[in-house]
Nanobody, 120 residues
């Protein structure tokens, strides 16, 4: 099982960017699709999450600006980021709890991270 994050790059303040996370492999079920970010010198923080039932949760700092969603098959999820601010600059990671064929329960998987830099 692998998670592949894509998107990101250099964005001007006030701009938008969409990140994607594609899960691949012998996946039975995915739960807890999330996006985290880590800025230089700071701890990794949860940005957004979407549950298996579709409920969403956001960090206070991104509420109203970021939207997490998933495709119908559920193996790809997205983070739409609008009204970006310089303080949104970070490496963004996708993560999920995945139950794969041959496994006995959900396990944590992480993508490789993608850099988002917001210039002022």
């Amino acid at each position: 099982v692998q998670l592949q994050a894509s998107g990101g790059g250099l964005v001007h303040a006030g701009g938008s960017e969409r990140l994607s996370c594609a899960a691949s492999g012998r996946i039975f079920r995915i739960n807890g699709r999330t996006w985290y970010r880590q800025a230089p010198g700071q701890q990794r923080e949860l940005v957004a999450a979407i549950s298996i039932g579709g409920a969403t949760n956001y960090a206070d700092s991104v509420k109203g600006r970021f939207t997490i969603s998933r495709d119908n098959a559920g193996n790809t999820w997205y983070l739409q980021m609008n009204s970006l601010k310089p303080e949104d600059t970070a490496v963004y990671y996708c993560a999920a709890k995945i139950w794969y064929y041959g496994g006995s329960t959900y396990e944590d998987f992480w993508g490789q991270g993608t850099q988002v830099t917001v210039s002022s």
